[in-house]
């Protein structure tokens, strides 16, 4: 990460000098019109537009500055845990970019459209085969709102049924999306307790299970990075209460082509296509969180439903159950291409591999730092692992002072307390795209912080120093944004 240098803490238009511009064009040669005798009065403003007014090297040198403030994937490790961020391969992109997608009109008519069906309906069909569900709707823009997608789909079931049900039962080791987006889809979230290790609690499960539960909703492996071993029996159980199971996928990194979903009684998943399947977590950009059911659901899937008839594409609209479109359009195709080119790319033995090397790379990590911080549970993780730093808070150091220690040492710094349940949680996720050479060197860092810590805790309390900014009022960034610029002197 660069330091600071001069201009790196301007806005562009504090760079603004009145008449200097970017831009040289000749004299014009037809008639310049009167916006006032063109345009009604109230569609024209009593000011200028405060743009900015710069050179074109100022432009040039102002984003070229932003572009390497950044931190990325291509740029450096980044073991956020829980967000599985894996290196993008390049070919996605080449593949999205190919014109005939690119320039699709998303109004085009299924027969001038057929090369996007495809891709779409085939990737439905390879996202159900990996997960064992039997449909699969691409329309969700994000994991959450395949959580809501699900919800509403299984809501829709119950009331097909005449059953009203009206909770939903979701671990206190889950994501926040979890709760969120059952609470949107009108449901009471009721918290259920888990052992120490993040397994399910099954006496607290029974006690809550009953005819007013409309689904249970857990991640698989848990946010604590371990694989729930009664899934079966927990997914025995609630459907013996006529109870639905959600699966929620985000962690599908530890399981391709081991297990899946559907083959363990789940009845819904979701995947993020941006975790799992490569497609960029674009700063706010698009997102993808596909949903997969089993058959039972299928009247209720989003419509539109991409369909094939004989060796012809098309969409399918007239579902009457449908709990109806979620996105503008079929959803944020161009990840659905980049999806597709990477489960394409690396056929079903590359996809099995990338789950036994993100295990394997998350166990190194987790055996190297044993030693150095305590564990939030014996034996081995799948692919991601939460340390705490119980100990080193004892020594005055939480995990956040960890985190921005990290920065300084030039890595992105793991999840921070989270899962909630874990004390000054570190979860860290090294992903299977990362070599020896680079855990090696992650784990080196932490290993000198944990050793910080107990020497010269200073260092990690004054950090981070090497970052365009330091320690940021994170609380105040949330309740009180700036989010309008004001020009000086204007304030
Ligand atoms: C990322 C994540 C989600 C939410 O997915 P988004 O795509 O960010 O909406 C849900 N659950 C878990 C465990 C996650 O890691």
Redesign the pocket.
């Known amino acids: 990460m660069p330091t600071a240098r001069p201009g790196y803490d301007k806005l562009i238009f504090e760079l603004s000098r009145p008449g200097r511009h970017a831009h040289s064009l000749p004299e014009c040669d037809v008639p310049v019109s009167d916006p006032a005798q063109l345009l009604p009065a109230q569609h024209l403003r009593a000011t200028a537009a405060e743009l900015p007014e710069v050179s074109e090297v100022d432009v040039i040198r102002h984003y070229s500055r932003l572009s390497q403030m950044n931190y990325g994937v291509d740029t450096h490790f980044y073991p956020l845990g ?2 599985t961020m894996k290196y993008n391969p390049k070919i996605n992109e080449d593949m999205a970019r190919l014109p005939g997608f690119l320039r699709l009109h998303p109004l085009t008519p299924a027969d001038a459209s057929q090369g996007a069906l495809q891709l779409m309906h085939e990737l439905a069909l390879d996202l159900a085969e990996v997960s064992g569900m039997d449909h699969v709707s691409l329309q969700p823009a ?4 395949g ?1 809501l997608a699900g919800v509403l789909m299984i809501r829709a079931y119950h009331l097909a049924r005449g059953e009203r049900r009206t909770k939903v039962l979701i671990p206190d080791s889950a ?1 926040g ?2 709760p969120a987006s059952t609470a949107l889809a009108g449901f009471s979230v009721v918290e259920l307790k888990s052992e120490a290790n993040g397994d399910v609690d099954l006496l607290d499960l029974e006690r809550h299970l009953g005819p007013d539960v409309a689904a249970f909703m857990i ?1 698989q492996p848990n ?1 604590l990075g371990l694989f729930e071993s009664k899934i079966h029996q927990i997914t025995e159980m609630c459907h013996a209460q006529g109870v639905q199971v959600y699966m ?1 996928g ?2 599908f990194n530890a399981i391709l082509g081991i297990t899946r979903p559907g083959d363990l009684g789940f009845d819904v998943c979701h995947f ?1 296509l ?2 799992t399947f490569t497609t960029p977590h674009g700063g706010g950009g698009p ?1 993808s ?1 596909p949903v997969g059911i089993k058959d039972h659901l299928a009247p209720f899937l989003p419509t539109p439903v991409v369909v094939k008839d004989g060796d012809e594409y098309a969409l399918d609209w007239s579902r009457p159950q449908s709990i109806g479109k979620l996105q503008a359009f079929w959803g944020n195709f161009g990840m659905l291409v980049r999806a597709w080119t990477y489960i394409r790319t690396m056929g079903p033995d590359g996809l099995r591999a990338v789950s036994d090397n993100a295990v394997l790379n998350a166990n190194y990590v987790l055996r190297r730092l044993e030693d150095h911080y305590d564990r939030s549970a014996p034996g081995p993780c799948m692919h991601e692992c939460v340390v705490s730093a119980r100990r080193q808070k004892k020594l005055g150091i939480t995990a956040m002072d960890i985190a921005k220690r990290l920065l300084d040492l030039g890595f992105y710094a793991p999840s921070t307390y989270f899962p909630l349940i874990v004390e000054e949680a570190l979860m860290i996720e090294p992903t299977e795209t990362e070599s020896k050479e680079t855990l090696d060197e992650f784990c080196d860092a932490m290993i000198q912080i944990a050793r910080e810590a107990r020497e010269n805790p200073q260092v990690i309390l004054d950090a981070p120093v090497t970052t365009p900014v330091r320690r940021l009022d994170q609380t105040g960034a949330a309740r009180q944004p700036r989010l309008k610029w004001t020009p000086p002197g204007k304030a």
């Open positions: 829980s967000c994000a994991g959450a709102q959580e994501h999306t979890n991640t946010t929620d985000a962690n993020n941006h975790k997102g969180g």
